[in-house]
């Protein structure tokens, strides 16, 4: 991302945790989506009136970042451009590679990858002649000869702004004010301050690059935007978790309000028709093609770590959080923990969570209440995990509970592991309850093959579940009554089906895996 203010804008550089090396793969998604696209642009390129493009070609990334995505793009337009060559048994041409973001973005990091990439063209089957450079400054401002550039390429970066709107500063505005009823009022204003830094930011955008490039060529660029036929009337921005995590913090006392007043992002994601119609009104540019993409969607329906979304934020927010608030290990800790909060509460991602996440703010609350009720031995507390598994979500559940915000002095832990069955006393020897014996003395299958046979059992073994389960958990209930203080608290998930919906098939979690067990005793048979 490239801009020009008196913040000193970038990505956290190197390779750690908290780095965007480390936590950009959603930017990668947007930029993978981004190579039809790139591909059809250089197809342009080589079958147009463009000037010299079968002798040289220089393609520009503008806000290229560091780390793995830094190349992704140029290296996305090589590789159309020797394709195409390929095809067409035309020799390759010299080919002239820029990569710009500000002058405080990693260069370091990215200077190793150009090097790499210009081994990796002298090894393609017919050698590309590659020159790279790298172009710091603003993308506000002119950065390279004019009519030079026949590809501009940028990804993610458009949505950031020259500077915060001055007009909020100077008003001293807050571009998200802690007060409910001060940000209502603010609301309209804070959101047509940074429409107009927006359009005044992107016209001069595509008046330079207007210049810069030769009669016929070809942008391409993704930007994050909101879709104008759904009502938006919070003026959700890519710094609403940002903000919100932050006066939270300001709340607690962590961080000083009238310091978070002071802040603001230079950051705007437009309406996807105040992009077309400042493009159309400046008239360098026509639009040969649009896409709008969900920004999770490259990641399907699998279920989102809090963390790594918090990590991701904090990826891109950490340098211009400390260059306003002062460096802190322990303030960027705490925005962690805020952030996920936000999350949680907000239900922006609340499909997406894992089971686990979606307790925590359960957790919290149970904790509070232990610690300003009447519970016996508040200094003591005693945390158990019943089911806790292995892996990475082991002590999920438990860390969740013990970073509490409630819990406000120094905590010395004491773990231990209780091996058993959570059907019997755990200080007991337990057995493992697997399945109802009712079935197994009966030799009903829980999933006949025969079709016919399923269907006239179905009742049978649906009903000797559901019993076994209201002994069971009848059971749980008495022993954790049993095992827990006065006052104490319980937060338990469990798969559940709707009531309100027919389950005629007795849909269970081990359908699949005995259906394709079916299957197989099949075609052994």
């Known amino acids: 991302m ?130 790279t450079g790298m172009v710091p400054g603003s993308f506000y401002e002119r950065l390279f000869a004019r009519g030079s550039l026949h590809l501009v390429c940028s990804a993610n970066s458009l949505h950031w702004l020259s500077e915060a709107p001055e007009d909020l500063k100077k008003s001293r505005i807050p571009m998200h004010d802690s007060d409910e009823q001060l940000r209502s009022s603010t609301h309209q204003i804070v959101a047509d301050s940074y429409a107009r830094q927006f359009r005044k930011d992107f016209m001069q955008f595509l008046r330079l690059r207007a210049q810069e490039l030769v009669p016929g060529g070809r942008m391409v660029v993704s930007l994050l935007v909101r879709c104008s036929d759904k009502p938006n009337s919070e003026f959700i921005q890519p710094w609403t978790s940002v903000v919100t995590a932050l006066s939270d913090m300001a709340l607690r006392g962590v961080i000083s309000k009238e310091k978070l007043d002071s802040f603001y992002i230079p950051i705007y994601s437009p309406m996807d028709s105040e992009v077309n119609k400042i493009i159309e009104e400046e008239g360098s540019f026509q639009i040969n093609k649009m896409l709008m993409h969900d920004p999770y969607g ?90 806790c598994s292995s892996g990475p979500n082991a002590l999920t559940l438990v860390s969740a509970a013990h970073s509490c915000e409630a819990l406000t002095h120094p905590v010395a832990v004491i773990t231990g592991m209780v091996p058993g069955s959570f059907y019997e006393r755990l200080f007991a020897r337990g057995s493992l309850h697997l399945a109802p014996e009712d079935l197994k003395k009966s030799r009903i299958p829980i999933h006949d093959s025969d079709e016919q046979l399923r269907s006239s059992r179905h009742q049978i ?50 359908t699949s895996v005995v259906k394709a067990l079916s299957d197989m005793a099949l075609r052994v048979s």
């Open 2 to 131: 490239a801009t020009n203010s008196k913040q000193s804008v970038h990505m956290n550089p190197g390779q750690g945790e908290t780095s965007y090396a480390q936590n950009s793969a959603l930017q990668k998604t947007v930029q993978d989506r981004m190579k039809t696209l790139i591909e059809e642009a250089v197809t342009g390129l080589c079958t147009g009136s463009c000037p010299h493009p079968k002798k040289d070609m220089v393609i520009a990334d503008l806000g290229c970042s560091s780390g793995p995505n830094a190349l992704t793009l140029v290296s996305a337009a090589i590789d159309a451009i020797h394709r195409y060559c390929t095809q067409h048994e035309q020799l390759p041409p010299d080919m002239c590679v820029l990569l710009n973001d500000l002058p405080d973005n990693d260069f370091n990091n990215v200077a190793k990858s150009l090097d790499t990439l210009k081994h990796n063209g002298e090894a393609l089957t017919h050698p590309v002649v590659l020159i």
């Open 298 to 387: 490259g990641t399907g329906k699998a279920l989102l770590d809090l963390k790594m979304v918090a990590l991701r934020i904090r990826a891109v927010f950490e340098p211009i959080i400390v260059q306003h608030f002062a460096p802190s290990d322990e303030i960027m800790d705490d925005f962690m923990k805020a952030v996920e909060r936000h999350l949680i509460s907000s239900g922006a991602l609340e499909a997406r969570l894992s089971v686990q996440d979606r307790m925590k703010t359960l957790i919290e609350e149970a904790v509070t209440g232990l610690c300003t009720s009447s519970c016996p031995h508040p200094k003591d507390i005693v945390i158990t995990d019943l089911g």
């Open 461 to 510: 073994v649906a009903d000797s579940y559901a019993r076994q389960y209201r002994k069971d958990f009848m059971r749980f209930l008495s022993l954790r009554a049993q095992e827990i203080v006065p006052g104490g608290r319980m937060v338990v998930s469990l798969l559940v089906r709707c009531s309100d919906k027919p389950d005629t098939e007795f849909i269970q979690p081990w």
